[in-house]
């Protein structure tokens, strides 16, 4: 259960409009960092990430008289999150491409080693590499699962999809990701 | 899931500061509340200027559609240069079938 109290208390403020910039700085103060890290394990590189987490704020904050509290505030906000992180690979990918593209998964791979630190270890590294390996829903729905930890009703929630294939998603992105480190880890 | 958790954790390869990340999200949040402020003043300006393109536009089809009602059509000009007869004469038989309308039924005989 995601801190329900706060976020009952940050609905409160978001709804008076004397507290309403204060809610959201709570609110940007408790998902943001969770919400940096979902974009940045998509998108990779520092940049976009910034600028996908800047639009996805202005986006919360200019939606928020539309949340009807159908989902929490925190599925809202990652779903926005993720549909900024996924318009970003879009336009890497160009107009005319998938986002499975093999030259997008190549140019992610590439942006990664520019920016991995020098004390990171060869493990994480390849698993990172595994990763960018995927098609981008399953490499979706592998960052909710195993990094987010969000339960499969709350990835349908976010990505509109529905639970089996969520579920088929992930385990298709698990079995190819431990291929990809049986062939590639040293 | 384990498995991987065993071989490479659950960190990123890049390790950012606590600091970086908090500084981005007050950023973020600062130039939401600032574009929010800012959209009002651009809505109007927008506002206008969608007001201004339609009348321009309204104004536009209005002379056309004047100019277009008062140019004789070629059947008009035809209509005010020839007299009935000529203009009947310079048909075709099947033209002529296509505008007679009238059905001439025969008349019973009277008994």
């Given at each position: 259960?995601?801190?329900?109290?706060?976020?009952?208390?940050?609905?409160?403020?978001?709804?008076?409009?004397?507290?309403?910039?204060?809610?959201?700085?709570?609110?940007?103060?408790?998902?943001?960092?969770?919400?940096?890290?979902?974009?940045?394990?998509?998108?990779?590189?520092?940049?976009?990430a910034e600028d996908a987490m800047q639009e996805m704020s202005i986006k919360v904050y200019s939606k928020l008289d539309s949340f009807k509290g159908d989902s929490s505030l925190f599925?809202?906000?990652?779903?926005?999150?993720?549909?900024?992180?996924?318009?970003?690979?879009?336009?890497?990918?160009?107009?005319?491409?998938?986002?499975?593209?093999?030259?997008?998964?190549?140019?992610?791979?590439?942006?990664?080693?520019?920016?991995?630190?020098?004390?990171?270890?060869?493990a994480e590294i390849i698993f990172q590499e595994a990763l960018l390996q995927l098609p981008t829903q399953q490499r979706l729905a592998f960052n909710m699962r195993y990094y987010d930890e969000l339960t499969?009703?709350?990835?349908?929630?976010?990505?509109?999809?529905?639970?089996?294939?969520?579920?088929?998603?992930?385990?298709?992105?698990?079995?190819?990701?431990?291929k990809f480190i049986k062939e590639n880890a040293i | 899931m384990k498995e991987l958790e065993k071989f490479a954790g659950k960190n990123m390869p890049y390790k950012e500061s606590e600091d970086y990340v908090a500084?981005?999200?007050?950023?973020?949040a600062n130039r939401a509340i600032k574009t929010a402020a800012s959209a009002p003043k651009r809505g109007k300006v927008?506002?206008?200027?969608?007001?201004?393109?339609?009348?321009?536009?309204?104004l536009l089809i209005g002379v056309l559609s004047f100019v277009d009602l008062n140019r004789e059509s070629d059947f008009e000009k035809i209509q005010n240069s020839m007299t009935l007869s000529e203009v009947l004469n310079s048909m075709s038989e099947e033209e002529l079938m296509s505008v007679n309308c009238y059905v001439i039924e025969d008349i019973p005989e009277y008994e």
């Open positions: 259960m995601r801190s329900k109290a706060t976020e009952i208390e940050i609905l409160e403020m978001l709804r008076n409009p004397q507290e309403r910039d204060r809610g959201f700085r709570l609110l940007l103060s408790t998902y943001g960092d969770k919400l940096y890290w979902h974009i940045r394990r998509m998108v990779v590189s520092r940049e976009d599925t809202w906000m990652y779903t926005i999150a993720t549909n900024e992180a996924l318009q970003v690979l879009r336009k890497q990918a160009g107009l005319f491409r998938s986002l499975d593209d093999s030259d997008l998964a190549n140019s992610l791979v590439d942006t990664l080693y520019a920016e991995n630190a020098v004390e990171c270890s060869a499969y009703e709350e990835m349908a929630a976010v990505t509109g999809k529905n639970v089996s294939t969520l579920k088929s998603n992930y385990h298709f992105a698990v079995e190819k990701v431990k | 500084q981005l999200i007050e950023r973020s927008l506002r206008w200027t969608l007001e201004a393109i339609s009348a321009a536009a309204v």
